[in-house]
Structure formats: structure tokens, C-alpha cells
């Protein structure tokens, strides 16, 4: 036995290089394997796997996925829906606002609902509503005597047949075009001419505040 085996607290001599006999050698690994900057045995590598072994779970990513994709899709339908109904309520509200239209009825209106508007009547003004079940034309016009004469005339009846202060247009039709039919403190007038379908039915409403230029309001009613 040598004297270094018998003294083993004793330094061990150095090589001619300056390393320790048992050390590294040049880009070769330290003792039991391990290299430098290497992974210690049983430890996990840089961006590996968390402790405990395998990659984290990804079941809260499928689930937000699933979610989503259940969500958009009803979140479209409910959009969609709010549309629709909002699109169906401005479209019904811009046919109210609309109105009356100034002007003369067409020739062709005049003729199938039977509303002869005289000639050189003032304030003239219309409105045509349709449907499957009825179709009516709103009519209004302020003229003279002779001009309210002919007009009965040639609907068939005459001015005794208005029942003073009777007013036979409805509320809901007067409604439907803005017409204050029916209001206390003015000169009403009205009949009712009922014919054979398909013929129209009239109602009509004069005001005669001022009997040299009565006005007029009509509402003829077809059903096809």
C-alpha cells in the first residue's frame, strides 16, 4: 500500500495539465455520466414536462372550444331574430308614417273602388291598403256645392242621403291615415253606400264647417 492510500484526507496530486486525475476531461462528461450543463440524473430537461410525468391537461381548452362553438351559433339566432322583429316593426311603423299621399287616385283606383274625385278639388290626398282578404282606398278632397253634388251623383245617391251629424268612417280607419273625424264642435255629415260584391262599399264623412267648400273624406272598400 502507498502512502497516499494510507493517508486519505491527503490531496491527491494534480496532472501536468492542472486537472485533478479523476476530474472532466476536455469536452468529455463529469463522473457517473452527466455533462455539463446537462440534466442531472432522474432531473427533467429545460421546456420539458412538469414534475409528476406528461403534459398538462388540455381538457379546459376543449370545453371553452365546445362552448364557443355551441354559443356562436345561438348567439347568431337570437341576433337574427331581434332583426327580423325589429325590421317587421319599422317597416309597419314606415307604412304609418307615410300616410296619405297628395294627389288625385289613379284613373284605374278611381274606377275599381268608385271614388270620382271631382275636378279642381283642393287638399286631395289618398291612401291604398291591400291584403288577401280586402283591399280599401282612403280619400279625401275639399270642393265647392256642384262639385259634392256630382260627385254623389255619380256614385249613385245625392246629399239627402247624408245624415247629418252622423259620422260613419270608423275610429280605427280614421287611425290608420291621421283623419280627427268625429270631433265635437264641427259640422258632420255621413252615409254609408252598400252594394252587391263585388262592387266597393263606401263610407263617407263631410264636414260642411264652411257649406261653400265642404270636405270631403271616403273610404271604399273592395273584397275580391
Known sequence: MTAAEQRPGAPMPLAADGRHPDGPTPGGSTPGGSTPGGSTPGGS??????????RPSRRWLKAVIV???????????????????NGGEDKAAAASAKGLEA??????QRRIYDVP??????????????????????????????????????????RSAL???????????????????????HDWAGMELKQKDPQP???????????AHPKVYVVSTVTP
Open 45 to 54: 430537461m429545460s421546456g420539458g414536462s412538469t414534475p409528476g410525468g406528461g
Open 67 to 85: 362552448s364557443l362553438l355551441i354559443a356562436i351559433p345561438a348567439g347568431y339566432l337570437v341576433i337574427s331574430a331581434i332583426q327580423s322583429r
Open 103 to 108: 294627389g288625385y287616385p289613379t284613373r284605374v
Open 117 to 158: 274625385v271631382p275636378p279642381y278639388s283642393k287638399k286631395v290626398a289618398f291612401y291604398e291598403t291591400n291584403s288577401w282578404k280586402v283591399s280599401s282606398l282612403y280619400v279625401q278632397f275639399v270642393t265647392d256645392r256642384d262639385g259634392l253634388d256630382s260627385f254623389l251623383h255619380r256614385i249613385g245617391t245625392g
Open 163 to 185: 245624415d247629418k251629424g252622423k259620422v260613419t268612417i270608423t275610429g280605427d280607419q280614421a287611425k290608420k291615415v291621421g283623419w280627427q273625424v268625429g270631433e265635437a264642435g
Open 201 to 211: 262599399k263606401l263610407r263617407i264623412t263631410v264636414k260642411f264647417d264652411n257649406p
